[in-house]
């Protein structure tokens, strides 16, 4: 897997963790990808450090794929148990957290400004979460088997610590375009488009 993955990466453009420096944009809330060049010099200055235009940080259990000096993609390895955990990063303050184990994709993570606001879930358990967030808490959105179940959550880094379910509805209902045709709205399947996406990435090896 690791072989796959470093590929079209010479020996030349992997970095240890070591020889790298995070620096927070304060501005932009991302983080800059600094190689240091002189390894017995630790203090961060321009003499010293240099941007990561397209190289791959490894560490112990975790890869960083760094493009143009910010975090393009994040691979950790679990290999206790045959699981892998990818982070995708996009231009937009969208990003993805991708887990897969030796069947394939199981769970994908959407989060947006760090905050979660949705879950697709594979295999026996398949259903989706969707977050909403208001002044006065957060509610879930659990498709699942036909149906909408809305829940009052509470969520503590991310992950649901309570939930009270206070309305039950069907997850296809009939609406009217434009144009007076009548269709079903769940037509076209999110949770099909974003395992189409990604499912090639627990692919790899």
């Known amino acids: ?3 796959s993955v470093l590929v079209s990466f010479s020996q030349n453009d992997t970095l240890s963790s070591f020889d790298v420096k995070k620096v927070l944009n304060v501005d932009e809330q ?8 002189n390894s017995k010099e630790d203090t961060f200055n321009p003499d010293n450090y240099i ?4 190289k791959v940080i490894k560490s112990k259990n975790k890869l960083e794929i760094i493009k143009n ?6 691979i950790i390895f679990t290999t206790a148990d045959s699981k892998k955990i990818i982070h995708i ?3 937009t303050p969208i990003f993805y957290k991708i887990y897969c184990d030796e069947n394939g994709l199981k769970k994908v993570e959407v989060f947006k400004d760090t905050i979660l606001i949705k879950e697709f879930f594979y295999g026996l358990n398949h259903r989706v979460y969707s977050y909403s967030y208001t002044d006065f808490g957060y509610f879930l959105l659990d498709h699942f088997n036909g149906k909408i179940y809305k829940y009052k959550v509470v969520v503590t880094t991310s992950k ?3 939930k009270e379910l206070v309305e039950t509805s069907d997850a296809s209902e009939i609406a009217e375009d434009s144009d007076g045709a009548y269709f079903y709205t769940n037509t076209v399947s999110e949770s099909d ?3 189409d996406r990604f499912t090639k990435e627990c692919s790899k090896e």
């Open 89 to 91: 990063v996009e231009d």
């Open 51 to 54: 941007l990561i235009d397209n």
């Open 160 to 162: 649901i610590v309570k």
């Open 30 to 37: 991302k983080y800059y990808y600094y190689e240091k060049l």
């Open 193 to 195: 488009v974003i395992f």
């Open 1 to 3: 897997m690791l072989l």
């Open 69 to 74: 000096g910010f975090l393009e993609k994040e």
